[in-house]
């Protein structure tokens, strides 16, 4: 299985923006499609969006959309979600995942195999 290592979350004012990172080691990175979910406390955890192997098909929650972007770079074994206009109700922990279907297009957290450790996203109002 692929290692992923989150970074980049922390506490943001309503409006602001945040990139969280997630490093993946272990297997070639071009293998997998990657995924962002995120879980709010009480709260089953939800599909953020999802980008293919080569970075050039990606799919969005309806409550993300317009909002966050999801790149990768394969050279540096890295994908990004950038988090813009944020609100309160994206208060999460965010995770990365990765499936071995590589034009993965779908939502479900099943079809995922490997997991990072996540990273909170605080966005105070």
């Known amino acids: 299985q692929v290692q992923l290592v989150e970074s980049g979350g922390g506490l943001v004012q309503a409006g602001g923006s945040l990139r969280l990172s997630c490093a993946a080691s272990?297997?070639?990175?071009?293998?997998?499609?990657m995924g962002w979910f995120r879980q709010a406390p009480g709260e089953e955890r939800e599909f953020v969006g999802v980008?293919?192997?080569?970075?050039?098909?990606?799919a969005y929650a309806d409550s993300v959309k317009g909002r966050f972007t999801i790149s990768r770079d394969n050279a540096k074994n890295t994908v990004y979600l950038q988090m813009n206009s944020l609100k309160p109700e994206d208060t999460a922990v965010y995770y990365c995942?990765?499936?071995?279907?590589?034009?993965?297009?779908?939502?479900?957290?099943?079809?995922?195999?490997?997991w990072g450790q996540g990273t909170q996203v605080t966005v105070s109002s």
């Open positions: 272990g297997r070639p990175f071009s293998n997998y499609a």
């Open positions: 995942a990765a499936t071995r279907y590589r034009n993965y297009d779908g939502s479900d957290k099943d079809d995922f195999g490997s």
């Open positions: 980008i293919n192997w080569s970075g050039g098909r990606t």
